[in-house]
Nanobody
Framework: QVQLVESGGGLVQAGGSLRLSCGTS????????MGWFRQAPGMEREFVAD????????RYADSVKGRFTISRDNAKNTLFLQMNSLKPEDTAVYYC?????????????????WGQGTQVTVSS
């Protein structure tokens, strides 16, 4: 079973950038579809982006298209989320997730494995 550990969160001003990483173990990493989700206080967990096994297919929430980029390095068993032009509404705990099935649904329920999350705070 895969284990996921997020890093790279922090406090940034609006318009700034952050790069999140998700290290994995217990793979093989290339077997898993990987996704990023986020959850703001009092809100449901929501889809941000996901990427298929090879990295050749990606999907994004409309709210982050053109600002965020998901990528993976299968040789280093690591998932990334480059976040640019950050907005205060991007403030949330960001989670990486893994599953072996590429689902049409982008619901959190489509993912079996989860990290503990990393806090991203964007100040105005």
């Amino acid at each position: 079973q895969v284990q996921l550990v997020e890093s790279g969160g922090g406090l940034v001003q609006a318009g700034g950038s952050l790069r999140l990483s998700c290290g994995t173990s217990g793979g093989p990493f290339s077997r898993y579809i990987m996704g990023w989700f986020r959850q703001a206080p009092g809100m449901e967990r929501e889809f941000v982006a996901d990427i298929n096994w090879s990295g050749g297919n990606t999907r994004y929430a409309d709210s982050v298209k053109g600002r965020f980029t998901i990528s993976r390095d299968n040789a280093k068993n690591t998932l990334f989320l480059q976040m640019n032009s950050l907005k205060p509404e991007d403030t949330a705990v960001y989670y990486c997730a893994a599953d072996t099935v590429w689902s049409m649904s982008m619901s959190p329920r489509a993912y079996e494995y989860w990290g503990q999350g990393t806090q991203v705070t964007v100040s105005s």
